[in-house]
């Protein structure tokens, strides 16, 4: 049901900077996100897992702009924002609307 969707065009997105005052507010809603569900997995509903465990993909809101976190070879998260709608996730009952969300 969760697949992300990539074209490479050549475009890339901006990432906004955030100072790191901010950064446990995303260590929050990275758990949230992981915690509701709102993570990669297959068709039938099994999570797309990294070797530990950790979930490949994980989509929450920092204000109103949707951000995919990816678990990297380095055992961490790298957010950026999805702000083209053919990058978006495959999201049946539009279960994203529903997404932890930060607004800072």
Avoid at 12 to 35: G, H, N, Y
Avoid at 60 to 77: C, F, K, P, S
């Amino acid at each position: 049901h969760w697949r992300p969707v990539w074209r490479d065009d050549g475009e890339t997105e901006r990432c906004d900077t955030f100072d790191v005052a901010a950064w446990p507010q995303f260590e929050m809603l990275l758990k949230a996100a992981i915690s509701g569900g709102f993570v990669a997995a297959n068709k039938h509903g099994v999570p797309h897992l990294a070797g530990d465990g950790y979930p490949q993909r994980v989509w929450a809101w920092i204000g109103d702009t949707l951000h995919e976190a990816r678990y990297t070879q380095n055992r961490v998260y790298h957010a950026f924002p999805i702000t083209r709608e053919e990058c978006r996730p495959t999201d049946q009952g539009d279960r994203l609307a529903n997404a932890p969300r930060w607004r800072p």
